[in-house]
């Protein structure tokens, strides 16, 4: 088993009020996640997705910090702070810690279900009047409050505080670029961009291919470990196939054991990763977004970090990668099991994907 416990924060959060929860019965303070009762996932239809070579995101520098794989940024609640809060592309909302609902004495709200990925919880919320990112603000928010802790963070910013945003995550530079995805967009030669379908706000890129099988694949920047479905596992892995055990913790504080193993080949658009290590599981979001049949990835900051930048325009559903150098490179991924062990990424188009 690896030692250290991989953070899942929201890969698929999505709310909503359980019908026999009163806002009148609430306690007066904030309680800690109970189970909740079983529902059918509110799923909503898919819109088209593709890859595009022309996403450039301007607007203003954020200075990012990198914990594990995943970047933290500065956010500001209801004016006080800054906070540091992960940027979580895979959470239908963003979330407070229990420090910050009471330090600023946040009123409750009410409550509701929040389908994590290691549990199904009813969770307190609290009304905040609104979250600062850069020279971004979001008013009027009710707000799960979960132990920092769990999070991994202060907080969390998710689709809330994004769908009108571009967001460019620079693991190099350890930076985030947010722009208001309602300005014109500006083009670059050097890039690759994805155009992606989206559900509830979440991006879904369909030009993805595991050794050779098409599948469908959620940005989750929230998550340090890339989650297949087993629809994909069947489709991908043999009898005799070597399995290892990484722990992972959800943002309610439950702790699961995955299995995961490294297939053969990656294709995002014209980006080839190798060797590349997978965890594999039938987690909540595949069902809430409607991909439990089907091969399905939850694309996490494993992956993710191997890009020197990866751009998000939640609005035209456009994804942008850039690779850190042309040509192919070898790059260690931290969910392996052997830290000697090299995987591999390459472009079919690198001229487009690694411009500086």
């Keep these: 088993m690896i030692p250290i416990a991989r953070r899942l924060a929201f890969l698929a959060f999505v709310l909503s009020c359980p019908a026999a929860l009163d ?12 189970p909740a009762p079983p529902t059918p996932p509110d799923v909503q239809p898919l819109p088209p997705a593709q ?21 933290n940024v500065d956010v500001r609640v209801n004016g006080s702070g800054p906070y540091r809060f992960v940027v979580d592309s895979g959470a239908d909302t963003s979330v407070v810690g229990l420090r910050i609902a009471h330090n600023l ?18 969770v307190d919320r609290v009304k905040v009047a609104s979250l600062g990112i850069g020279s971004s603000t979001i008013p009027d928010l009710e707000l799960p409050a979960l132990r920092e802790s769990d999070v991994g963070a202060d907080g969390l910013i998710g689709i809330d505080a994004l769908t009108e945003q571009r967001l460019m995550m ?20 050097d890039d690759i961009v994805i155009i992606a379908r989206r559900a509830r706000g979440q991006l879904i890129l369909t030009a993805v291919r595991a050794s050779g099988f098409p599948l469908d694949a959620v940005i989750d920047t929230g998550s ?38 490294t297939i053969r080949e990656l294709q995002l658009g014209p980006v080839t990763l190798q060797d590349v290590p997978i965890a594999f599981a039938d987690v909540p979001p595949f069902a809430l977004f409607g991909l439990a049949k089907e091969p399905a990835l ?28 042309c040509g192919t490179e070898g ?23 690694c411009g500086r």
């Design 224 to 261: 340090e470990v890339t989650i297949g479905n087993s629809a994909l596992r069947d489709k991908l892995l043999r009898h005799g196939t070597k399995f290892w055990t990484v722990a992972a913790t959800g943002v309610t504080g439950v702790t699961v054991q995955l299995q995961m193993a």
């Design 105 to 122: 004495q946040l009123p409750l709200g009410t409550p509701a279900i929040l389908n994590a990925t290691t549990s199904r919880d009813v």
């Design 331 to 353: 790059f260690t991924i931290s969910t392996s099991p052997d830290p000697a062990a090299i995987s591999r990424i390459s472009s079919t188009n690198s001229g487009d994907v």
């Design 298 to 325: 939850l694309l996490g900051t494993d992956l993710l970090e191997t890009f020197r930048r990866v751009s998000l325009d939640f609005r035209a559903r456009k994804v942008r990668f850039q690779l850190r150098h």
């Design 51 to 71: 890859f595009d070579s022309t996403l450039a995101v301007g607007g203003e520098d954020i200075k990012a910090r990198k914990v594990s794989s995943r970047l």
């Design 23 to 34: 806002a009148q019965e609430q306690a007066p303070q904030i309680s800690r996640p109970r």
């Design 170 to 189: 620079d693991f190099e530079a350890r930076q985030v670029r947010v722009e208001d995805a309602r300005k014109p967009m500006r083009f670059s030669p």
